[in-house]
């Protein structure tokens, strides 16, 4: 898996909406999006901001080929 396959799937297992998550990043839920079809990438900041509030290190979110980061 790519990032954005496992933000999408973290996020979904954490529970949280693509809105929730952008809040309390302090971006936009189209960010989000972006970030989840692969669009666009974050910053290695905000990438590791995103791994903590789903409880996952920075290199499960770009890990490939795993089925559950």
Do not use: W
């Amino acid at each position: 898996m790519e990032f954005s396959e496992n933000l999408r799937m973290l996020r979904d297992k954490s529970g949280m909406s693509q809105a929730e998550l952008a809040e309390k990043l302090g971006v936009t839920r189209a960010l989000i999006a972006q970030y989840e079809t692969g669009a666009k990438s974050p910053n290695v900041i905000l990438a590791n901001r995103i791994a903590k509030l789903l409880g996952v290190t920075l290199n499960d979110m770009v890990r490939k080929g795993e089925e559950d980061a």
